[in-house]
């Protein structure tokens, strides 16, 4: 591994994301997450600053056993006309327990003017000092120039002043930022590339706001710069700051750069989910290298050639950062792609035209309906069991109702279901309510057949999405529903297709129970 810094800004640059909010204890999770991806600094927030970030190094320091990352406090110089060892803030990055401190300092003459309201002289007195201080108190000191790019134009020779100031005071990295995130990275590469010469080590932090966030990252470590800060999934104010994965794979795959422990970036896609997990934003289905769309081909036309090579559509292999390739059975869908997605899934149907011309067809005039199976793997593959002669048949419906009821001036509006179905050799009816009918109809669906199939206790619906279909006709729209399920450790999407929502819920729900019995190899019960 080579010195060139990985740092992640997630905890607490990131954590100024809208909505975004993390507890002391998530903040400990993310942690050894980033660890085990390998990157070299962890911010983990201001200490000082507020009790939550106070408590995390507390807690950091007795908890947290970080094989890889050091982590870093992050703090602003003394304040101005008082000195860096009585300043109380400066002091909680002093008995932060953290061996890294990164100070951010202004760097653009009118925010020294307008927001610290103090002289520019006194603006580099603070960074000498406070640098100064810190270093003569062991610990290793980064610069963050605040809203560096836009000084640069206004007053080049101020914000070059600050970077070596800051350097001469003992600052190991002096981190340009593109605070605004209103550079391109033209500008930025030939910025970094000006202030090389001023011989200090340089950083880049770069946010979106011209959707050049990761691409800036690039350009200023093109230009020299050897500590790159992001973070995790682009978290981060207004649109986020670089995603710090893409960053990564950018440098490792493209520019042949090895900045992670070796192995580590196979993890990537298996993190990044996993911190949003903590994070409560679902992950982006178009993030690059780790989106669940990263590698997804709608085959059509060049499914044949997938087939001998999927590298001709597909910009590195996906394994290389722990995604898998997904084919989408679209609309355009020849037999090659059904043929390719058996094979996926684990049928082999090379050796049976026939069946598969059949099921082609099927999907074809399915897909006209209204279905989709881009979406529905679940339902997909039951359709090719269903082929194939091994769709098991857990039960036989034999009817089901539903029935709602609202009472004046309440919000509530319960709904009651009947399912009748025969399954293990008996009749059964049975009465389910929800609170609303697609909810009810689960249940009652559940408990008729929960002592014959205990599994279906550990399923549960997570995400429930309708589509209207307007096929052109105005008032008789057709409805698509999307259902997903998880038994706790996998999750499948289904699909139901019909003129009433409730018939299109049930087909889906039918599907997604008998997928989630079928993955967990429950033997089908006489009917
Ligand atoms: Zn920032």
Redesign the pocket.
């Known amino acids: 591994m080579s010195d060139f810094h990985v740092y992640d800004?997630t905890m607490r640059?990131g954590a100024q994301q809208e909505g975004l909010n993390l507890s002391v204890q998530d903040k400990l999770h993310i942690a050894r997450h980033l660890d085990d991806l390998g990157v070299g600094y962890i911010e983990g927030g201001w200490p000082g600053s507020n009790p939550k970030d106070t408590e995390f190094f507390a807690l950091a320091a007795k908890e947290l056993d970080l094989e890889h990352a050091t982590l870093a406090a992050f703090g602003a110089t003394r304040r101005p006309d008082a000195s860096a060892a009585d300043d109380g803030l400066v002091a909680a990055l002093r008995e932060s327990g953290a061996s890294v401190v990164t100070l951010v300092a202004k760097s653009h003459d009118k925010h020294v003017e307008l927001a610290l309201r103090t002289t520019l002289e006194e603006n580099l007195a603070m960074v000498r000092d406070t640098v100064q201080h810190l270093r003569e108190e062991g610990q290793r000191v980064f610069v963050d120039c605040e809203h560096f790019f836009n000084g640069y134009l206004d007053n080049r020779d101020y914000a070059l002043e600050v970077v070596r100031t800051a350097a001469e005071a003992g600052a190991e990295v002096v981190v340009l930022?593109d605070?605004n995130g209103g550079m391109l990275p033209h500008q930025v590469g030939e910025i970094v590339a000006n202030v090389m010469a001023t011989g200090a080590r340089l950083g880049i932090?770069a946010?979106n706001d011209t959707g050049c966030a990761v691409a800036n990252s690039m350009a200023a470590v093109l230009a020299g710069a050897t500590h790159l800060q992001g973070c995790i999934n682009g978290y981060?104010e207004r649109t986020g700051?670089a995603d710090l994965v893409t960053s990564v794979a950018n440098l490792e795959l493209k520019l042949g750069m090895s900045v992670l422990p070796e192995g580590r970036l196979a993890e990537a896609t298996r993190i990044s989910h996993a911190i949003s997990e903590i994070t409560n934003y679902p992950p982006s289905a178009r993030q690059p290298y780790t989106g669940v769309s990263s590698f997804a081909h709608k085959a059509g036309l060049h499914a044949s050639a997938i087939r001998v090579d999927p590298n001709l559509y597909q910009h590195i292999d996906p394994a290389l950062v722990g995604n898998d390739m997904r084919l989408l059975v679209s609309e355009m869908a020849g037999r090659a792609t059904i043929e390719l997605k058996g094979k996926e899934l684990g049928y082999d149907l090379t050796g049976d035209p026939e069946r598969l011309a059949r099921l082609t067809d099927r999907v074809k005039s399915m897909e006209q309906q209204g279905y989709t199976f881009e979406a529905a793997d679940a339902s997909f593959e039951l359709l090719l069991a269903e082929e194939m002669g091994t769709r098991p048949q857990y039960f036989d419906i034999e009817s089901w109702r539903v029935l709602a009821e609202s009472l004046p001036g309440s919000l509530d509006a319960i709904s009651e279901a009947t399912v009748k179905l025969r399954a293990g050799g008996q009749r059964l009816a049975v009465i389910g309510e929800g609170n609303g009918p697609v909810n009810a109809l689960d249940h009652a669906l559940r408990q008729a057949i929960e002592q014959l199939y205990p599994d279906v206790a550990r399923f549960h619906l997570i995400d429930f999405r309708v589509r209207i279909l307007d096929q052109g006709h105005g008032t008789d729209a057709i409805t698509r529903v999307l259902i997903e399920t998880t038994d706790g450790k996998d999750s499948w999407v289904t699909v139901g297709v019909g003129p009433n929502i409730i018939e299109a819920s049930w087909q889906a729900l039918v599907d997604a129970v008998t997928y989630g019995l079928r993955l967990h190899a429950v033997t089908p019960q006489t009917v």
């Open positions: 800004t640059d930022c605070t932090h946010h981060g700051n």
